[in-house]
């Protein structure tokens, strides 16, 4: 299975939107609403902030929202907060039943 | 929450198996799928394999001839064997939890948390 491709890097001004693109195949993010998110700040644990392409954890800001087009998944975060600077990575699941990760985004909040 | 905690050598030599053990506190190990992750520092995150408490297993097919995955339901705990390591196989190695299974489906498929803290693996000899 190939790695989901993100891009390597965003950025975006205090208060703005920014969008992450995720893109597979339809073995991966186009067959199934199985598409997670992570945030992983330096040093930090990853942390789930979106599951089944659109839904939140509870706890999780309502800033992030999750969306998918065909075999595209997409992140947008909303009002840009300093503290939202972070690696972010896209998860899918596969027709055969693994999950496999995209290569990882870096946000910088300018 | 469910702490996860890993436990295992964080020095194996080229050639040899690595072996981690996840402990699940706090919860029952039960109808939930089990992942281990791994991250080489500074890289990206990769997916290594998932258990079930039935003992089913799916692992990433580029890891699948080297990793074999185990759980003790009665000990709440879930373990890793990776042979045959090399340097390329250092990372930070974290367990998780998985999706959620009923009696005829399991649900959010793709979802890993929460995640134990991680445990630094070194291949070298």
């Known amino acids: 299975q190939s790695a989901l491709t993100q891009p390597a890097s965003v950025s975006g001004s205090p208060g703005q939107s920014i969008t992450i693109s995720c893109t597979g195949t339809?073995?991966?993010?186009?067959?199934?609403?199985?598409v997670s998110w992570y945030q992983q700040h330096p040093g930090k644990v990853p942390k789930l902030i979106i599951y089944d392409v659109t839904d939140r954890p509870s706890g999780v800001s309502d800033r992030f929202s999750g969306s998918k087009s065909g075999n595209t998944a997409s992140l947008t975060i909303s009002g840009l907060q300093a503290e939202d600077e972070s690696d972010y990575y896209c998860?899918?699941?596969?027709?055969?039943?693994?999950?496999?990760f995209g290569g990882g985004t870096k946000l910088t909040v300018l | 929450q469910v702490p996860l905690q890993e436990s295992g050598p964080r020095l194996v030599k080229p050639s040899e198996t690595l072996s981690l053990t996840c402990t699940v506190s706090g919860g029952s190990i039960s109808n939930f799928y089990w992942s281990w992750i791994r991250q080489p520092a500074g890289k990206g995150l990769e997916w290594i394999g998932r258990i079930f408490p039935s003992g089913s297993t799916n692992y990433n097919p580029s890891l699948k001839s080297r990793v074999t995955m185990s759980i003790d339901t009665s000990k709440n705990k879930f373990s890793l064997k990776l042979t045959s390591v090399t340097a390329a196989d250092t990372a930070l190695y974290y367990c998780?939890?998985?999706?959620?299974?009923?009696?005829?489906?399991?649900?959010?498929?793709?979802?890993?948390?929460?995640w134990g803290q991680g445990t630094l693996v070194t291949v070298s000899s």
């Open positions: 998780a939890r998985a999706s959620y299974c009923g009696p005829s489906r399991c649900y959010n498929l793709s979802w890993l948390g929460p």
């Open positions: 998860a899918s699941y596969t027709g055969t039943s693994t999950l496999v």
């Open positions: 339809s073995s991966d993010v186009g067959g199934y609403n199985s």
